[in-house]
């Protein structure tokens, strides 16, 4: 099993920036791709970002590409999530993922993230 813990979510306006960070433990050499996601009230969640645990090559959403920067360290077995130029459209709970290349198999309890205009 891989354990997944969030944080760093919160409260900030239009413009802002936060990081968020997802720390895992456990069986983390299983981990082939970590990835955020995001749920807003009333909607499907939704892919933001995933990034390969070895390559390191990440890919985004359209909705946060050239916004968002996901990036890794391996040592800390952490992944990061920088948001930058937040919109009221980017509130959502956001959720760290772990899996393999097919699925994510490993999900954390997600950290609130509230822009407002």
């Known amino acids: 099993q891989v354990q997944l813990v969030e944080s760093g979510g919160g409260l900030v306006q239009a413009g802002g920036s936060l990081r968020l960070s997802c720390a895992a433990s456990?069986?983390?050499?299983?981990?082939?791709?970590m990835g955020w996601f995001r749920q807003a009230p009333g909607k499907e969640r939704e892919f933001v970002a995933r990034i390969s645990w070895r390559g390191g090559i990440a890919d985004y959403a359209d909705s946060v590409k050239g916004r968002f920067t996901i990036s890794r360290d391996s040592a800390k077995n952490t992944v990061y999530l920088q948001m930058n130029n937040l919109r009221p459209e980017d509130t959502a709970v956001y959720y760290c993922?772990?899996?393999?290349?097919?699925?994510?198999?490993?999900w954390g309890q997600g950290t609130q993230v509230t822009v407002s205009s």
């Open positions: 993922a772990a899996g393999s290349a097919r699925a994510y198999d490993h």
């Open positions: 456990g069986r983390t050499f299983t981990m082939y791709r």
